[in-house]
Each structure stands twice: as C-alpha cells, then as structure tokens.
C-alpha cells in the first residue's frame, strides 16, 4: 500500500511565478491536509479538505493561496505570485474516512523562491 | 483553541541512555495527542498517538508516553537511547471535532542528539 505521494519534491520559483503543489492520498483515504513548515518554526496547519469540499480553510492565507481535492486526481495546493516569504517546505498527510484520529504525512515538497 | 509547548528545543543524550522529551498541552475540551518524528529531509512518521482509551500509551521503535491529565503533559520517553532515535520530535494534538478529522496543531519540535 503506497503511502502519501507528493511532487515534485523540490520546486524552484522566481517571484512572481506560480507554484502548484500536488498530493495523492493513501489509498482509500479521502480527508486531505496540508502544513506549512517554515524554517525554525514548527509545522503549522494550512487547510484541510475532503472531496470537493474544503472543510477548514482557517490556517490558509487570505490571499495568493488556494487549495482543491477533485473527485478525480491529487489535491494542489496552488501558491500565485510567490515572493522569497512562501519559501518552505510544504506537507500533506491524509486520513482515512472515519474512526481514525492520525494523519499519515508525505514526503514534503520544498519550495525555494529566487 | 489548543496549543502545545515543547520545552527544550535541543535534547542531548548519550547513547544508552534514557530519552524524555517534554510535551504539555492546552485545550479545552479533552485532546487526542500525538509524537511524530521527522528524519532530515523527510515528512512526519507517526510514533504513537493518545485518543483516550490507556493513559500510558506505546509506540514503535520502544516508546512510549503518558497522558496525565492533572499536568496537562504528555511526555515522551524510551529506556535506551539509539543512534539511529537523532532526529526532531514534534507533539501534536487535535481536539477532534469532526471524529479526529481535523488539523493538528504542532509543537515547534525538539531536536535529538545521541552521543555515542
């Protein structure tokens, strides 16, 4: 059973670019979330979607940031118009559907903005 | 709202020697917790989580914790420090309103070192 898949890996951006983040799910899982982990700080929640549904957004930022899970495909988080601030790691862990409390995280994608 | 204090941002051990990591916790309601540990250049591995079943909680590679709800703490321990346990640690926890389908909320993490 594949575990959380994200890509790419590492991203590069100059500023101004756009950057589009992906994520598949464990299989079977359909409750998706991403964080953000900026250096010296902790892990920080970003959103956290279900299936065409965004559930909680609250830790998103108002602007530049948005995030989708379709009915088919892997949830993006996509970033518009990056600047050197959005530099980070970027994770998504999954879930399964019900009566299960812990997330199973992905590798990360690393963005470094130019 | 909940939060979650590491204290130490650094722990130095000797190899053989006993690990504890300190987590306490803030919430309102009662909290599912969790530890996850993050090897450099990687994502986050589940070492054991609390959802208010036993309150002295065993995960993989021999560690454990304890919830105590009187000191709102949930410190993380293993006997024997390794080697390969060099790494950072981050306690989490969720207040599980939508069944423990929510966003975790992240300690800033503390960074284990094994001497030998």
């Known amino acids: 059973n594949a575990g959380v898949m994200q890509n790419p890996r590492h991203l590069v951006r100059r500023r101004g670019q756009e950057a589009r983040l992906r994520c598949s799910p464990m299989k079977g899982h359909s409750h998706v979330y991403w964080y953000r982990q900026l250096p010296e700080e902790g892990l920080k929640f970003m959103v956290y979607?279900?299936?065409?549904?965004?559930?909680?957004e609250s830790g998103m930022p108002k602007e530049r940031f948005s995030a989708e899970f379709p009915k088919e495909g892997p949830s993006i988080l996509r970033i518009q118009q990056v600047v050197r601030g959005d530099s980070a790691a970027y994770f998504c862990?999954?879930?399964?559907?019900?009566?299960?409390?812990?997330?199973?995280f992905g590798p990360g994608t690393r963005l470094t903005v130019t | 709202a909940q939060s979650v204090t590491q204290l130490g941002s650094h722990v130095s051990v000797s190899e053989g020697a006993l690990v504890l990591l300190r987590c306490n916790y803030s919430s309102s309601v009662p909290p599912y917790l969790f530890w996850y540990v993050q090897y450099p250049n990687q994502g986050l591995q589940l070492l054991l989580k609390y959802t208010s079943a036993a309150t002295l909680v065993k995960g993989i590679n021999g560690f454990e914790a304890e919830f105590k709800k009187s000191e709102t703490s949930f410190h993380l321990t293993k006997p024997s420090a390794h080697m390969s346990d060099a790494a950072e640690y981050f306690c989490a926890v969720s207040v599980g309103s939508g069944g423990g389908a929510d966003g975790l909320t992240f300690g800033k993490g503390t960074h284990l070192i094994i001497q030998p």
């Open positions: 979607l279900q299936k065409e549904n965004i559930i909680d």
């Open positions: 862990a999954s879930s399964p559907l019900q009566g299960s409390y812990e997330q199973y």
